[in-house]
């Protein structure tokens, strides 16, 4: 299988942990490729030229994080990181749901810092600020514990979290959030956040 990718993506990197967790490594060809440029291989892939794209081994493409994880998670028993039914598959949906929340946020208010000065809007970028904010407190009230089983929304938290260190350190989450901080460090020594930080 060919995964398309870049390293800078939280999105991407969240389906690079699963791929490691599934222990996946050696049958996935990760090739990095530059969206913006809309290059024919990915194109070809997705036609929305975004990251991540998975080309099977059947030549079929699927695209999205989420859809390429459950795919991932299908291929093998081991490490189960999405329950097949019942309550358990609901919180975890949940958490992964929240998790991507905050991504899209981050990402929208960094993208937007990116406009020109003139065209940016503070406005937009304090409404995607806040969002982050609110889903953070949310999951210092509800923090996944530490000795639970790795999911698939705790990988998406992973994912997040890292983002929101990378683009938005000036947020300072952890102040006010000692749970999730020491949840996300014990995150921290598994292999598969490890070997993901993106490129300084």
């Given at each position: 299988m060919k995964l398309y990718i870049s390293y800078l993506s939280p999105y991407v990197r969240k389906v690079r942990m699963v791929v490691i967790e599934k222990g996946l490594s050696d049958q996935v060809e990760m090739t990095e490729s530059a969206p913006y440029d809309k290059p024919d291989e990915l194109v070809n892939a997705n036609p929305l030229s975004k990251v991540p794209a998975l080309i099977r081994d059947d030549?079929?493409?699927?695209?999205?994080?989420?859809?390429?994880?459950?795919?991932?998670?299908?291929?093998?028993?081991?490490?189960?990181?999405?329950?097949?039914?019942?309550?358990?598959?609901?919180?975890?949906?949940?958490?992964?749901?929240?998790?991507?929340?905050?991504?899209?946020?981050?990402?929208?208010?960094?993208?937007?810092?990116?406009?020109p000065e003139s065209e940016q809007?503070?406005?937009?970028?304090?409404?995607?600020?806040?969002?982050?904010?609110?889903?953070?407190?949310?999951?210092?009230?509800?923090?996944?514990?530490?000795?639970?089983?790795i999911n698939l929304g705790a990988l998406g938290l992973g994912a997040a979290l890292g983002?929101?260190?990378?683009?938005?350190?000036?947020?300072?989450?952890?102040?006010?959030?000692?749970?999730?901080?020491?949840?996300?460090?014990?995150?921290?020594?598994?292999?598969?956040?490890s070997e993901t930080v993106p490129p300084a």
């Open positions: 030549g079929t493409s699927l695209f999205d994080s989420p859809v390429i994880c459950e795919y991932l998670d299908s291929l093998t028993d081991v490490n189960p990181l999405l329950p097949a039914s019942g309550e358990a598959r609901w919180q975890v949906l949940r958490l992964l749901a929240l998790s991507d929340g905050i991504t899209d946020a981050a990402y929208l208010s960094t993208m937007e810092r990116r406009r809007s503070d406005d937009w970028v304090a409404a995607q600020r806040g969002k982050i904010a609110r889903g953070l407190d949310a999951l210092e009230k509800d923090t996944p514990a530490i000795d639970a089983a983002y929101v260190d990378l683009r938005h350190g000036d947020m300072n989450w952890r102040d006010t959030r000692p749970g999730l901080a020491s949840w996300f460090e014990a995150l921290s020594t598994r292999e598969s956040f």
